[in-house]
């Protein structure tokens, strides 16, 4: 939502109604990409500060420099904070804005993967390993090749082949990759090569990774979503195509791929039966939260599925100082999930 448009909002009301509080509070916190690994959740969420960059429409004012790593024994547990694993000055080919990561196990090993804009101001995936869930993590001296964009999601199937979802579109770049190569423009513009409304939306990236996870092992396509009749959503259809934050998770053998909606501030979701799709629409997961953005991620443990999400509550309405949150997520009989309301009947935004 515009900036202005949380000004209404009355955040003692707000925190009252709201399914659940910040899990932390001593920093500021976004995009949680939450995991259990060892009977234990980990949550690796991007690090919000307030750098003084002007607020536009490339997101210059999310101005992230490092992560942690959030850990928690239960969904209704104490979140602890793990310190800082990773650190934007760290990494050799990365200048600034350390956006959404995500991060998974492989043989005993953990890998972070991570955005962030290389000196010539492109985003660029890059992967960092560590010896523990909560790091720290080690980068790789390159970025992995032929990467690009933002919010890089990590699902490891059951048969043990790894994915890698990303793209975001405006600050995230993936429409200047219409092409197959950078497209830059001055003065630079989040609106440039976009499609038309009655065009295809642009679609999410897919790639599978190398056995090691270090590298993709084909090029990257497009993750499809479309209706019920097996069109694909149009760039126009507002509440339901992709722009950015994906992720991945498998229920009752079909494969779940949710994103955010972006500037209308819904997290959605659309069902297959692979892992690249193509995927069917399927509802709203999410509807909007305090604060522009939404990002989530979605994990069983012990049995119940959590979604975990973002808004701005704690800062008032900020919209770069975030805060990460849990709540219950259910499926209906049908296997659909049903939508969530964050403030019961409290809406953060008039429609």
């Known amino acids: 939502m515009p900036e202005e448009s949380v ?9 009252q109604k709201a399914l659940s509080r910040p899990l932390i509070e ?15 959740i980990y949550i690796y969420p991007s690090h919000d500060i307030d750098a003084g960059d002007a ?18 024994d239960s969904p209704s547990g104490t979140a602890t904070d793990c310190g800082m694993a990773l650190h934007v000055n760290e990494v050799p080919w990365a200048e600034k804005q350390l956006w959404a990561p995500d ?24 992967v960092a390993v560590g010896n523990a869930p909560e790091g720290p993590f080690v980068p790789r001296p390159e970025a992995i090749r ?50 038309k409304e009655d065009e295809p ?26 209706d019920k009749k097996g069109a694909p959503l149009l760039q126009g259809d507002g509440n339901r195509r992709f722009f950015e934050a994906s992720w991945m998770h498998k229920y009752n053998g079909k494969y779940y791929f949710s994103y955010s909606t972006g500037d209308t501030h819904f997290i959605c979701y659309a069902i297959g039966e692979h892992p690249c799709g193509p995927f069917t629409y399927a509802g709203t997961i999410l509807n909007p ?24 509550s704690l800062s008032k309405g ?25 403030y019961g009947d409290l809406k953060v935004i008039e429609r």
């Open 7 to 15: 000004q209404h909002i009355n955040f003692e009301d707000l925190d």
């Open 26 to 40: 001593h920093i500021y916190t976004a995009d949680p990409s939450a995991h259990v690994f060892n009977g234990k």
């Open 55 to 72: 607020f536009d429409d490339l997101g210059s004012h999310f101005a992230m420099e490092d992560y942690h790593v959030i850990a928690m």
């Open 103 to 126: 991060a998974n196990e492989k043989d005993g090993r953990y890998y972070l993967f991570f955005p962030a804009k290389d000196y010539e101001g492109i985003f660029r995936i890059g």
């Open 146 to 195: 032929n990467s690009f964009s933002i919010d890089p999601a990590v699902f490891k199937d059951d048969d043990g082949s790894c994915y890698m979802y990303f793209g975001g579109i405006w600050g995230g770049q993936l429409q200047r990759w219409r092409t197959g190569v950078f497209e830059g423009s001055e003065p630079e513009s989040p609106f440039a090569h976009l499609p």
């Open 201 to 226: 939306a642009l679609c999410p990236k897919v790639a599978l990774l190398t056995a090691d996870w270090l590298e993709f092992a084909e090029a990257p396509k497009d993750v499809v979503i479309t």
């Open 289 to 312: 939260v305090a604060g522009w953005t939404t990002h989530h991620s979605i994990v069983e443990c012990n049995g119940e599925w959590y979604l975990f999400y973002h808004d701005s």
């Open 318 to 342: 900020v919209t770069h100082l975030r805060s990460i949150k849990v709540t219950r997520l259910q499926y209906d009989e049908n296997g659909f999930i049903k939508t969530i309301d964050p």
